[in-house]
């Protein structure tokens, strides 16, 4: 009797790696783009998803996790999106040549796997701090779509068993670890030519006074006061990186070429003296994040400016049609916490905590609620009841609508609305306190240190 043929083995299927091969495509694709939009950003430029307040990448890359991932691994979170795209193209890779080789497709299948569960819980996490800073980011949305349908097909599109089996982790491990570490190395030298994310005063001096030190007052056996840092404004344009000069040229242009405009109220809660040569009256809403940056870069610059120079005025601009006529859509009957938190800062401008209290209500803005509001609000000098006897009486409603009036006047189209001697500019921390240092005077000959201005839309 002939023996039979060996019954050829059954093919193994590779529509489901094709499919990742092109899923880890786009996701490396996305991350690319993600990658140069936040090189826009870092460069002063504006953002294709910096749509509006809601709807923003910009306030997700400038978050406080996004910038500790950025100093703690050397790669900004696009660029570890990067990582996980060439790692899923690379195993793909991997499963279709050992395929067409008849060659065991085992560890490419159990990696990509592996590769799929990292990325659903890097979602997770992701999606969260989204959620918490309040903001929508549209292309962390395209790669949260991206990473889920790759998971999709790797848990179902691929054979064999879902775990590595015994014996298989080795093989795994070996060129899913490997791969990932190859892209992420790849991806440190430009990470770290990424510029990071800035902190609050961070173009200020490292001490909390220009004022000269009271050398008298050192404890004994204590490190003497660090030394006073640059006063004058040569010196500060000087310790300036080239993009600061560069922002800081193009607003100190908005400024001069702006029309100052009288006050149409008097203050009622000033920070500094009415006669300061520098007088900052600002705009902002508590749950706006760039208005958070700018409420802790003016409490920074606040501790650095000579004595008398500066003055801060705070008002009003809740983003909600509830207290706001201004903004169209009514909120619920319940009081939000945009009109919660612009009531009681109105009720706390006479207290002698103030700005603390202001500052910390901004410090809190992702968890803030109307209960948080109250909490913070309260944590001072005015009492509970006091304060929640104020927050409905009819002359806070009436300062708030005054608020909003007044920044109207100036066609307001977003918070944080910045005027400096009455001229519109940008929200520009650098200018204020280069203004302060040269004593109001826009054009101080150390000015001319600076580049030429950039035209207008060029880079804002």
């Not at 068993?161 to 892209?183: I, M, R, Y």
């Not at 100036?410 to 921390?429: D, F, H, K």
Request: with cysteine; charged share 15%.
């Amino acid at each position: 009797m002939s023996k039979k043929a060996p019954t050829p083995a059954a093919p193994v299927p590779t529509r489901g790696a094709l499919a990742l091969l092109v899923l880890g495509l786009l996701t490396s694709a996305l991350a690319v783009y993600q990658w140069m939009e936040l090189l826009t950003l870092r460069a002063g430029g504006a953002t294709a998803c910096g749509i509006n307040e809601h709807v923003n990448c910009e306030t997700v890359w400038n978050s406080d996790f996004a910038s500790a991932v950025h100093d703690t691994l050397g790669v900004p979170i696009a660029g570890l999106g990067l990582v996980w795209g060439l790692t899923a193209v690379g195993l793909a890779a991997l499963y279709l040549a050992w395929a067409k080789a008849g060659r065991p497709v085992r560890p490419a299948a159990n990696g990509l796997r592996l590769l799929a569960l990292a990325g659903v819980v890097s979602v997770a996490v992701f999606a969260t701090v989204s959620a918490r800073v309040g903001v929508v980011c549209p292309t962390c949305l395209g790669t949260y779509v991206l990473v889920l349908a790759f998971a999709a097909v790797a848990w179902r599109g691929l054979p064999g068993s879902f775990l590595p089996q015994a014996g298989e982790w080795g093989d795994t491990l070996k060129w899913t670890v490997g791969l990932g570490a190859v892209a992420f190395v790849a991806m440190l030298m430009p990470g770290r030519a990424t510029p990071h994310a800035q902190k609050a005063g961070a173009f200020l001096p490292p001490v909390a006074s220009t004022q000269p030190q009271d050398m008298s007052s050192t404890s004994p056996g204590l490190p003497p006061p660090p030394p006073a840092p640059p006063a004058t404004l040569d010196a500060f344009i000087a310790g300036l990186p080239q993009q600061q000069r560069q922002s800081l040229s193009d607003a100190l242009a908005v400024y001069r070429a702006a029309t100052p405009k009288l006050a149409a109220y008097p203050p009622r809660a000033l920070f500094g003296p009415p006669d300061a040569p520098v007088k900052v009256l600002e705009w902002t809403d508590s749950k706006c994040p760039h208005c958070k940056s700018l409420v802790e870069e003016l409490a920074a610059i606040k501790h650095h400016a000579p004595k008398g120079m500066l003055s801060v005025e705070a008002r009003q601009f809740p983003l909600d049609g509830q207290c706001n006529p201004a903004i169209p859509n009514r909120g619920p009957d319940a009081l939000s916490v945009r009109c919660a938190a612009a009531r009681a800062t109105v009720c706390l401008e006479g207290a002698k905590d103030f700005w603390t209290l202001r500052e910390k209500l901004f410090a809190a803005q992702a968890f803030l609620d109307t209960d948080k509001v109250m909490e913070i609000a309260t944590s001072g000098s005015v009492a509970r009841p006091q304060l929640e006897a104020c927050m409905t009486a009819p002359e806070t409603i009436g300062k708030l609508r005054q608020d909003v009036e007044y920044a109207m006047r100036y066609n307001i189209q977003g918070t944080p609305l910045v005027l400096v001697n009455g001229r519109e500019v940008p929200p520009s921390a650098p200018l204020i306190y280069a203004l302060v240092l040269a004593s109001g005077n826009p054009d101080a000959p150390a000015f001319s240190a600076l580049p030429p201005p950039r035209a207008r839309g060029a880079g804002d």
